[in-house]
């Protein structure tokens, strides 16, 4: 009976030692996918992802929230006119008339659209407070 006790505490010491080498050393833990023009690392075991964003892993969250709602409530109260367009149409003629981007997928190059658009957008409203701002500092105090 001591030996049958023995064999079986040897064979799960062995039996965890091996576990561990094999999930260390050969199952990879993260997978790392390059999706468009984002990084993303997806932790197998706990099913966490992060993003690659200025040279940081950024932990990603996830939602459950349906945005349509919560987009056309902001577009209402931003006054943001909306136009029907037909989004693959305009995409050729874009990339028809700039041959840079005939070679980037729709979906990579409408995130680019939205990107640049509400970065102008921002940067222009910012400066636009700027100058409203710096327009309404008296004379005398600039020159202090």
């Given at each position: 009976?001591?030996?049958?006790?023995?064999?079986?505490?040897?064979?799960?010491?062995?039996?965890?030692?091996a576990?561990f080498?094999?999930?260390?050393?050969?199952?990879?833990?993260?997978?790392i996918?390059?999706?468009?023009?984002?990084?993303?690392?997806?932790d197998?075991?706990?099913?966490?992802?992060?993003?690659?964003?200025?040279?940081?892993?950024?932990?990603?969250?996830?939602?459950?929230?349906?945005?349509?709602?919560?987009?056309?409530?902001?577009?209402?109260?931003?006054?943001?006119?909306?136009?029907?367009?037909?989004?693959?149409?305009?995409?050729?003629?874009?990339?028809?008339?700039?041959?840079?981007?005939?070679?980037?997928?729709?979906?990579?190059?409408?995130?680019?659209?939205?990107?640049?658009?509400?970065?102008?957008?921002?940067?222009?409203?910012?400066?636009?407070?700027?100058?409203?701002?710096?327009?309404?500092?008296?004379?005398?105090?600039?020159?202090?």
């Amino acid at each position: 009976m001591k030996k049958e006790k023995m064999t079986l505490i040897i064979g799960l010491i062995i039996g965890l030692a091996a576990a561990f080498f094999y999930f260390n050393f050969f199952a990879s833990r993260y997978e790392i996918k390059k999706e468009g023009l984002d990084i993303v690392k997806l932790d197998k075991w706990t099913g966490q992802s992060w993003a690659f964003v200025n040279d940081n892993w950024k932990k990603m969250t996830v939602t459950d929230e349906t945005w349509e709602e919560v987009d056309k409530t902001l577009s209402e109260a931003l006054k943001i006119p909306f136009a029907q367009v037909d989004t693959g149409s305009a995409l050729k003629k874009l990339k028809e008339s700039h041959p840079v981007l005939e070679e980037i997928p729709d979906d990579e190059l409408l995130e680019r659209i939205k990107l640049v658009y509400s970065k102008m957008i921002m940067v222009n409203m910012y400066l636009g407070d700027f100058l409203k701002v710096s327009d309404e500092t008296p004379p005398e105090e600039e020159q202090k």
